[in-house]
């Protein structure tokens, strides 16, 4: 089979089973919409929501997009702070632990309280609160075992401390910190539809979820769900496409 | 002929827990322009601080580093280095890592000049053809030789080279060392290199220097020119049996074994 060919149909043949599986098991089961809705009460309703759908998905992402922008710049920063100063990450490394331990959900109606009807604020301080962790422990673990060889080679031509950090330090880290994005954009995901299911009046997807649910729109909350999960996998694979433009060396080619 | 590396009553103790550590005791060194020193002895015995001296990228408690009748206090671009461990940067070709010190050290080449003559040093060291790969690519010694490559293009006066072949096996060894000659009678430089294996001492230095155990200081000094032959066989000859049989009677002396004692 040709590669591209395998590349879709594949994927797209599991959807299909997967999709015609849940209909059946509901059918079989004869199941309420209130119990668990099946793809044919689905469709319906993205049709009767669709507008809603589209302004709301744009919020959810453009804010999950905003809070993970600000969790690399943070938790980069934090990283090449611990990863370069010995006394920095001793310091920083049981707060950071003892920050992320923290389950966010709870954190959500603190902040919903603290600054009230700010939405997009919240939101997105949400996304980026839940998401730095970690890209800053992957940046700190890839500077600080940056073997002295390869700063040595740089130093002994010379070169600046910022020199060795664009040439080697940064590119070196970011197989790493790819890694550590892949988990931080669907982290950040969660943290953006916690606080838009929480916060009233607010926007969203989670938003859309809550007024489904307060509505017993049962179609609608499961038709959410599955928009959420085609954001989620958008912004998964950006992130895989950002890391192949960048990282790309990384990846063995195939027979090594 | 001048003296281009000048080490002179250094002496440098390490800081650890337990106290200061000395690793270097009064030690000399000098190396003509041009000339090939190999610096052998015990393991742990300063060797590598040696190299980090020189290369400025330490200072030493007391005493001083001349290079070229400049003190060494700070690293210069006048130096190449290579090491154990070929520390090629995988996100970039063979090319660009050789390339690699063309874009730190201040030269006014374009990146057509920096290209020729980083092409030109692997055709050298027989890496013809790789120049695009990635050093995951190569074998060890392929990734050995372009190390080499990149510590000499830039044209430094000075080459440090710390155990370069100790990972290597013994044939690939050879192959390497026959391409030090070969790369040397191109392109003159004054070497410094840090072995523990003798016969690569003999066969591609001009004087061998012994260090004694720690803290090291000057044991012993070895000219071991040989004539300005470079022939692998060379190392199978009564001559160079000889100069074996003194090296290592000097580093169990080094090491706090007589010789005798040893025999027995």
């Known amino acids: ?66 809070g993970l922008v600000v ?18 990450r001793d310091a920083l ?29 919240n939101t997105i301080l949400i996304a980026f609160m839940i998401s730095f962790f970690p890209i800053a422990v992957a940046v700190s673990i890839g500077l600080s075992t940056l073997e002295p060889e390869y700063r040595d080679i ?61 509505n017993a729109d049962y179609p609608l909350m499961f038709a959410v769900l599955i928009a959420l999960a085609a954001l989620g996998i958008i912004l998964f694979y950006v992130v895989v496409l950002l890391e192949k433009i960048f990282a790309g060396w990384a990846e063995r080619s195939d027979g090594y | 002929m001048t003296n281009l590396i000048d080490i002179k009553g250094v002496t440098h103790a390490y800081k650890t827990d337990k106290g200061p550590l000395p690793v270097l005791d009064g030690l000399d060194v000098s190396v003509k322009e041009g000339e090939f020193c190999a610096v052998v002895g015990p393991s742990g015995c300063g060797k590598s601080t040696l190299t980090r001296l020189v290369a400025g990228l330490m200072k030493p408690d007391q005493g001083e580093v001349w ?22 940067l995988e996100w970039r070709t063979i090319l660009d890592n050789v390339i690699l010190p063309l874009e730190i050290v201040p030269n006014n080449m374009t990146r057509a000049d920096r290209e020729d003559r980083a092409r030109a040093l692997l055709s050298l060291v027989g890496l013809d053809g790789f120049e695009d790969k990635r050093p995951s690519e190569l074998s060890g010694g392929m990734r050995q030789r372009a190390s080499l490559c990149r510590a000499i293009v830039h044209k430094p006066e000075v080459l440090i080279m710390d155990e370069p072949f100790g990972a290597l096996d013994a044939f690939t060894r050879e192959d390497l060392w026959q391409t030090m000659h070969a790369l040397r009678a191109e ?78």
């Open chain 2, 187 to 264: 392109e003159p430089f004054t070497g410094v290199l840090i072995t523990h294996d003798l016969r690569e001492s003999i066969y591609l230095a001009d004087e061998v220097v012994v260090l004694s155990g720690r803290p090291a200081r000057t044991q012993y000094r070895m000219d071991t020119r040989l004539d300005g032959r470079t022939d692998i066989d060379l190392l199978y000859t009564p001559e160079v049996a000889t100069m074996l049989g003194t090296l290592r009677d000097q580093i169990k002396i080094a090491q706090g074994r007589s010789a005798t004692e040893d025999a027995l």
């Open chain 1, 1 to 66: 089979m040709n590669k591209t060919v395998r590349q879709w149909a594949i994927p797209t043949f599991a959807i299909i089973l997967f999709l015609l599986l849940w209909e059946l098991l509901v059918w079989a089961n004869g199941w309420p919409n209130y119990k668990m809705a099946s793809p044919t009460d689905i469709g319906p309703a993205f049709v009767k929501y669709w507008p809603l759908f589209l302004e709301y998905s744009w919020d959810t992402l453009w804010r999950t997009v905003v």
């Open chain 1, 154 to 214: 740089l130093r002994s031509l010379g070169a600046s401390n910022l020199t060795i950090f664009w040439k080697i330090a940064l590119p070196k880290t970011l197989p790493e910190f790819f890694g550590a994005l892949k988990v931080s954009v669907t982290l950040a995901f969660i943290g953006t539809n916690l606080m838009e299911i929480v916060e009233p009046h607010g926007r969203g997807l989670g938003h859309l979820f809550d007024s489904g649910k307060i």
């Open chain 2, 67 to 88: 290079l070229h009748g400049e003190r060494v206090t700070s690293p210069r671009s006048t130096v190449g280095m290579a090491f154990q461990n070929p520390v090629l």
């Open chain 1, 93 to 121: 490394y049981p707060l950071l632990v003892g920050f992320n331990a923290v389950p966010k959900a709870t954190v959500v109606p603190v902040i919903a309280l603290l600054f009230v009807g700010q939405h997009d604020f």
């Open chain 1, 71 to 88: 969790a690399v710049i943070i938790g980069t920063g934090i990283g090449m702070v611990m990863g370069f100063s010995r006394t920095m």
